[in-house]
C-alpha cells in the first residue's frame, strides 16, 4: 500500500455525515475504488470511479475525484453504527492487468 | 449463494508443513487474483489468473508459493515449508474482463496461522 495513503482513523458521530480521505501517486491509474472490511470478513465492493470522471453518487455514498491532486474522497451521509468498519481505497493501474494497490485503510468508529 | 468461497476459513499449521487453499470464483468470472492481507494493512497483490493462463506473479510469491487454475474455474494457492512470516488472511478475487469498471469480488479470506 506503499502508493496509496489513507489515514487511520476517523470517529464521528451517528447521524453525522463522515469523510475519508485517500491519495494515490500513479497518475495512469484507471478505476479508483472504495471497499468496507468488517471484523474477520472480506472485503465489500462500495463503488468505484472511472479516473475521467470527478463525481459519482450511489445513495448515501459521494465519491470525489481530484485528478491533479491525485486525491479520492468517500462521503458517507447520515453515518449509522452499521457503517462502523475498515474502509479501503484501491487504484487499478493500465497494463497492469488490474491488480489493485491498495492503502491500509481507515478504521470508521461511529459513537452515539 | 453465488459470492466468491474459499475453503478453509482458517488453517493453523506447524511450520515447515505444506497447506492448499482453495477458491472457488464467481461462476462466469474470467479473471481471478489472490492477495494477501496481513494485521493492520490492505491487501497486497500476489498473482493473478486470465482463465487458465497465470499471467502475473508478485515479487511476494517466493518459490515455496505455487498457484495453479487447472481448468479455468476454481484455482488452489500452496504454500510450502510453512513458515511463522506466511501467517496471513488469503483473499481471493474474481472479476468479469468485459465489466466496465473490472469490479473485484472477494472472497471471505482463508486465514492462516503458523506456529
Redesign the interface.
Known amino acids: 500500500g506503499e502508493d496509496v495513503e489513507q489515514s487511520l482513523f476517523l470517529s464521528v458521530r451517528e447521524g453525522d455525515s463522515s469523510v475519508i480521505n485517500c491519495t494515490y501517486t500513479d497518475s495512469s491509474s484507471t478505476y479508483l475504488y472504495w471497499y468496507k472490511q468488517e471484523p474477520g470478513a472480506g472485503l465489500q465492493l462500495l463503488t468505484y470511479i472511472f479516473s475521467n470522471m470527478d463525481m459519482k453518487q450511489d445513495q448515501r455514498l459521494t465519491v470525489l475525484l481530484n485528478k491533479k491532486d491525485k486525491h479520492l474522497s468517500l462521503r458517507i451521509a447520515d453515518t449509522q453504527t452499521g457503517d462502523s468498519a475498515i474502509y479501503f481505497c484501491a487504484e487499478s493501474r493500465t497494463g497492469g492487468y488490474n491488480k489493485l494497490i491498495f492503502g491500509a485503510g481507515t478504521r470508521l468508529a461511529v459513537h452515539p | 449463494d453465488t459470492g466468491?468461497s474459499q475453503d478453509p476459513r482458517h488453517k493453523i499449521t506447524k511450520r515447515g508443513q505444506n497447506v492448499t487453499f482453495r477458491c472457488d470464483p464467481i461462476s462466469e468470472h474470467n479473471?481471478l487474483?489472490w492477495?494477501r492481507q496481513t494485521l493492520?494493512?490492505?491487501?497486497?497483490?500476489l498473482t493473478?489468473f486470465?482463465n487458465e493462463a497465470q499471467?502475473?506473479k508478485s515479487r511476494l510469491l517466493s518459490d515455496r508459493f505455487s498457484a495453479e487454475r487447472p481448468k479455468g474455474s476454481f484455482s488452489t494457492l500452496e504454500i510450502q515449508r510453512t513458515e511463522q512470516g506466511d501467517s496471513a488472511m488469503y483473499?481471493c478475487?474474481s472479476?468479469l474482463s468485459v465489466a466496465s469498471?473490472?469490479?473485484?469480488?472477494?472472497?471471505?479470506?482463508t486465514r492462516l496461522t503458523v506456529l
Open positions: 466468491v479473471r487474483y492477495y493492520g494493512q490492505g491487501p497486497e497483490f493473478y486470465q499471467l502475473e483473499l478475487a472479476s469498471g473490472n469490479e473485484q469480488f472477494f472472497g471471505p479470506g
